[in-house]
């Protein structure tokens, strides 16, 4: 299995690829991880964006299909309200004529959650999501860009963790007791950002 670094490399790859359209994914990547992920979902929303305008273009559906399988391995689901972007991305791959690619060789039987959200220039956006008490919480943000930051508030309203700023940004905390979280998601930048938030 490759590391993380290795598959931050290839998602970078992946959107660059889109972005000249002249390159093929990666043959295998297996089991992400939640901030992996959410990469992953940027990908894939990259890749659906081009076939859009492009519906003939091959390499953008192979890209597309790549990124389905990855977060179908990951066992990711929409957050309550949420529409299903990867059935709806796998059969854009599919009318575009791209092969589904091999099974990969594990995933999750029970992934995070994903939520898909756009930010306004200078504004946030907010939602809530509950987790468990004395588990492991991680919320990641995607994509991770400058004036872009992803904030964790508890019923006190006071801020648990600022993030770490990677390819992805990353939260992840103890909560003491179970109980709804506000996630935050900030642009001081000056256009409007389409984000992803994995919550694991």
């Given at each position: 299995m490759l590391s993380g670094r290795a598959r931050t490399?290839?998602?970078g790859a992946a959107l660059a690829a889109l972005a000249?359209?002249?390159?093929?994914?990666?043959?295998?990547?297996?089991?992400?991880?939640?901030?992996?992920?959410?990469?992953?979902?940027?990908?894939a929303e990259s890749a659906s964006a081009r076939l859009a305008n492009h519906p003939a273009d091959q390499a953008a559906a192979r890209i597309l299909a790549f990124a389905v399988r990855e977060l179908e391995a990951g066992g990711v689901a929409p957050a309550e309200g949420q529409p299903d972007l990867i059935t709806r991305w796998r059969q854009q791959a599919e009318t575009a004529g791209a092969?589904?690619?091999?099974?990969?060789?594990?995933?999750?039987?029970?992934?995070?959650?994903?939520?898909?959200?756009?930010?306004?220039?200078?504004?946030?956006?907010r939602s809530e999501q509950?987790?468990?008490?004395?588990q492991l919480a991680r919320v990641t943000l995607a994509p991770a860009q400058p004036?872009?930051?992803?904030?964790?508030?508890?019923?006190?309203?006071?801020?648990?963790?600022?993030?770490?700023?990677?390819?992805v940004h990353e939260c992840a905390w103890l909560p003491l007791f179970t109980e709804r979280y506000r996630l935050v998601v900030r642009n001081s930048g000056n256009r409007s950002v389409t984000y992803f938030l994995t919550m694991d």
């Amino acid at each position: 299995m490759l590391s993380g670094r290795a598959r931050t490399v290839w998602i970078g790859a992946a959107l660059a690829a889109l972005a000249g359209c002249s390159a093929a994914p990666p043959a295998s990547l297996t089991d992400p991880a939640p901030d992996e992920l959410a990469g992953w979902l940027s990908v894939a929303e990259s890749a659906s964006a081009r076939l859009a305008n492009h519906p003939a273009d091959q390499a953008a559906a192979r890209i597309l299909a790549f990124a389905v399988r990855e977060l179908e391995a990951g066992g990711v689901a929409p957050a309550e309200g949420q529409p299903d972007l990867i059935t709806r991305w796998r059969q854009q791959a599919e009318t575009a004529g791209a092969s589904r690619p091999g099974p990969p060789l594990r995933g999750r039987v029970l992934g995070p959650l994903y939520r898909r959200g756009v930010v306004a220039p200078h504004g946030e956006a907010r939602s809530e999501q509950a987790f468990h008490g004395g588990q492991l919480a991680r919320v990641t943000l995607a994509p991770a860009q400058p004036g872009i930051s992803l904030h964790v508030h508890g019923t006190a309203d006071a801020r648990l963790v600022t993030c770490r700023q990677r390819q992805v940004h990353e939260c992840a905390w103890l909560p003491l007791f179970t109980e709804r979280y506000r996630l935050v998601v900030r642009n001081s930048g000056n256009r409007s950002v389409t984000y992803f938030l994995t919550m694991d």
